[in-house]
């Protein structure tokens, strides 16, 4: 009579536990409580904090006129009198501009360091693992201290400054290069540029195509070459050499004219440059020696020849294995660009994390800001990577 | 041996003595030809490339060694004395440059804590140590010993955290960050991997925001404004939260790299713990994370490398690490524009720990590689 009743099993609270759905479904609901709370109490705790101290939360000074502090390096219309978010975006282009350059020194240079590292001359081989292992175990922020200490303390004044053809000069001022004019006309000798590009690049799908189908290889890329340089220089002859140079020259204590790079700016963008390459040759050196040897051996049987068995068979399929860690690279470098405010370039960090912050009191705003423009940099880098992955992937059935 | 090219009916098929390699592909000569004189472009790059390091090697030694000036007492003084480095900068400050200001009669007490260090150590990174089993629990007690013996109390005279500085508060940053993010590096990696939505996602979000944003935007955060997060009127030590702060950031990136472990453990293996009933933790603990970390031990250590290296950061903050002290010094009048010096001095600290712990990570993938 009580079998039955004893198989049914008896209603408890047990057995939520018990089952593990409904057991994930209570662990969920009690993390995601903790959580909240979490962020409940924080943000309680800056409200009780805010309110004892007066303060307030708001953007509203990103548009309070004026910043008043003065930019070392401004690449669009700045001074004192303009806003904080204008000196933001200073900031935010200054850091840019390290990024950028960074970016494409340290994958010349650790893509060359790289490939000299397998290189079959010993001695080579050896020098370029000494680089590396020198360079990245060493912080950063030591590289860039070092050399903005170099540049400032040990090169010349501007007197003596390193002279490269009376045009380019380093000196403890930084460097000084010609300032390239643009004159009328100039537009012309551009558009007959791009024109030239475009018409190179036509041609060379027409000559990938006809190879493609008839096996013919026709020669494309040096004659695109021509292509773009002859067109281009054709016009700029016939515009009646459209470009001046403005020379730096020394007047004074100083330089005057030309494009100036702050000492602040070579040296950030150097050190992180070499920083950076170091990792990136040690990617690079795996890339390719995870490309199968039988790749190698059977591209020289088909008798290519060693600068083509490197072209067409390794590096398009080392590319798929460095590409990966090689934009975390790129990310890195460009997170690290923050160190600028070590040696006072001002980047995004030193004027909207550092003077607008301490002018105005934002903490908690201006940091906010800062994360969140790192944090797009970052997607924006990853997915651009992502893309480019995705176009030289291995296609597979 | 003579004979036998003359007469080569002599041997029975098979027996003929092995004859020397042929002159120059073995031995020293061989070897040069090999690799450094191939062909006559490597020729041309290899005088090229020992020229260059002549040059290198005899600039460097000059002005590292030969020219050097360790006595002097002013930068002046260095610069009349030789024209190479001057040390002197480095001589005069290395207690700083090691210990920061922490009191002079207590300086025992980290000396002590860092020679307790290897013992500590030693049976955790070989397996081969002698009384391992016991030697374990010294190592589990032994951030307890340190912390005691650095900050004093019990018995010690307290000595406060503003007076670390040097190559000890690298070490102490360094240290307790590796151990910490470990732990929390794996519990991230492990809720990314959960079957728990909501746990994946607070886990997802909170990796990759640490991810995206630069260390030295954390420490700003520690240093400026962590107290409006906190109750009214609490306040704690600035290093106890740049340690917190070193902790989660390096333990972020710890949990990638946990993640990429766990994601190239075969499938059949969480299918056949499955199929055993054991429970997740069980899993977890005995079949997956045990291979995981194994494979994932280089990128665990690379990691470590990167938040050791990252410790210089604190140094924006105000905190004295060897770059603080260094910056210190070179404010003063007396040794003003000798930054070559001092940063050179601390890179060759960093570089030995890192490579000695690269060598390491290298030691620990060929023992751990138990395959065929």
Redesign the interface.
């Known amino acids: 009579m009580t079998g039955p009743a004893t198989l049914q099993p008896a209603y408890s609270w047990s057995r939520i536990w018990r089952e593990e759905k409904s057991r994930?479904v209570v662990?969920?609901i009690m993390?995601?409580l903790i959580?909240f709370a979490t962020i409940a109490w924080?943000i309680g705790?800056?409200t009780?904090?805010?309110a004892?101290l007066d303060k307030t939360f708001g953007f509203k000074f990103l548009w309070q006129l004026p910043a008043n502090y003065d930019i070392n390096q401004v690449l669009i219309d700045y001074n004192s009198q303009y806003s904080h978010l204008r000196a933001a975006l200073v900031g935010l282009i200054n850091t840019f501009l390290v990024a950028v350059v960074g970016i494409v020194l340290a994958t010349i240079l650790g893509f060359t360091v790289g490939t000299l590292r397998l290189?079959?001359?010993?001695?080579?081989a050896r020098?370029a693992y000494v680089y590396i292992?020198?360079i990245?175990?060493?912080?950063?922020?030591?590289h860039i201290?070092?050399w903005?200490?170099?540049i400032?303390?040990?090169l010349p004044h501007p007197r003596r400054a390193l002279n490269v053809g009376d045009a380019t000069f380093l000196s403890n001022r930084g460097l000084y290069v010609p300032c390239p004019l643009f004159e009328d006309g100039f537009g012309w000798v551009a558009i007959a540029f791009a024109a030239a590009l475009i018409g190179a690049i036509l041609y060379h799908r027409r000559a990938h195509r006809i190879q493609m189908e008839t096996g013919h290889q026709v020669h494309s890329v040096l004659i695109g070459l021509a292509i773009v340089i002859g067109v281009t220089l054709l016009a700029f002859l016939a515009a009646g050499s459209p470009i001046g140079f403005e020379l730096p020259a020394l007047r004074g204590f100083n330089f005057q004219g030309g494009i100036n790079l702050l000492p602040e700016f070579v040296a950030l963008t150097w050190a992180l440059s070499i920083y950076t390459s170091a990792f990136i040759a040690e990617n690079v050196r795996g890339g390719i020696l995870a490309v199968n040897k039988g790749q190698t051996e059977a591209a020289q049987s088909l008798g290519l020849r060693p600068g083509k068995v490197l072209s067409l068979v390794v590096l398009p399929q080392a590319l798929r294995v460095i590409i990966p860690p090689l934009t975390s690279q790129y990310l890195n470098l460009t997170?690290?660009s923050?160190?600028a405010?070590?040696i006072g370039y001002m980047d995004l960090?030193a004027t909207l994390?550092g003077i607008t912050?301490m002018q105005t009191g934002r903490?908690?705003e201006s940091?906010m800001l800062?994360?969140l423009v790192?944090?797009l940099i970052?997607?924006l880098i990853s997915s651009f990577m992502n893309w480019y992955n995705n176009r030289v992937r291995l296609v597979e059935r | 041996m003579t004979e036998a090219g003359t007469n080569s009916g002599a041997y029975a098929p098979g027996q003929h003595p092995d004859l020397p390699p042929p002159k120059g592909s073995a031995g020293a000569a061989g070897w040069m030809r090999g690799?450094?004189f191939?062909s006559p472009f490597?020729t041309a790059?290899?005088i090229l490339?020992?020229i260059?390091?002549y040059e290198l090697i005899t600039s460097i030694a000059g002005w590292f060694v030969l020219d050097a000036v360790i006595d002097a007492g002013s930068k002046a003084d260095c610069r009349q004395a030789g024209s190479g480095a001057c040390w002197a900068v480095i001589k005069i400050r290395i207690n700083q440059f090691t210990f920061g200001f922490y009191p002079a009669d207590e300086r025992w007490r980290p000396i002590l804590a860092f020679v307790l260090m290897f013992a500590a150590l030693a049976p955790l990174l070989f397996d081969k140590t002698p009384f391992r089993r016991q030697m374990i629990w010294f190592a589990v007690a032994y951030p307890f010993i340190a912390g005691w013996l650095i900050y004093g109390g019990f018995g010690l005279v307290i000595v406060d955290t503003q007076s670390y500085g040097g190559f000890m508060l690298t070490l102490i940053i360094g240290i307790t960050g590796i151990a910490a993010s470990l732990p929390i590096g794996i519990l991230l990696a492990l809720g990314r991997q959960s079957?728990?939505?909501?746990?994946r996602i607070?886990c997802v979000s909170l990796i990759e925001?640490l991810?995206?944003?630069?260390?030295?935007?954390l420490l700003?955060?520690a240093s400026?404004?962590l107290?409006?997060?906190?109750?009214?009127g609490t306040s704690f030590n600035l290093l106890v939260r740049v340690l917190i702060m070193v902790t989660i950031f390096a333990s972020a990136y710890i949990a990638e790299v946990v993640r990429g472990g766990l994601q190239a453990i075969p499938r059949g293996q969480y299918e056949a713990a499955d199929a055993m009933g054991f429970t997740y933790w069980k899993t977890t603990r005995l079949i997956t994370l045990p291979q995981a970390l194994k494979i994932s031990i280089p990128g665990i250590v690379n990691t470590f490398?990167a938040l050791y290296?990252?410790?210089?950061?604190v140094?924006?903050i105000g905190l004295l690490d060897p770059?603080g002290i260094?910056r210190a010094v070179l404010a003063d009048a007396k040794w003003n524009?000798?930054?070559?010096e001092t940063?050179?001095f601390?890179?060759l600290f960093?570089?030995f720990s890192?490579?000695a712990m690269?060598r390491y990570s290298l030691y620990l993938e060929k023992r751990l590689h138990t395959g065929h």
């Open positions: 994930g662990i969920q993390v995601v959580f924080l705790n800056v009780a904090n805010f004892a290189s079959n001359n010993w001695l080579v020098l292992e020198t990245r175990n060493v912080p950063v922020l030591l201290l070092l903005h200490g170099i400032i303390n040990t997170k690290n923050s160190l405010i070590a960090v994390g912050l903490e908690i940091m800062v994360m790192y944090l970052s997607l | 690799n450094l191939s490597n790059v290899t490339a020992a260059l390091l079957r728990l939505f909501s746990i607070i925001f991810r995206g944003v630069p260390l030295i935007t700003f955060v400026t404004m107290n409006y997060f906190m109750p009214p490398i290296k990252d410790t210089t950061l140094v924006i770059l260094g524009g000798l930054s070559t940063y050179l601390v890179a960093f570089f890192c490579f690269s």
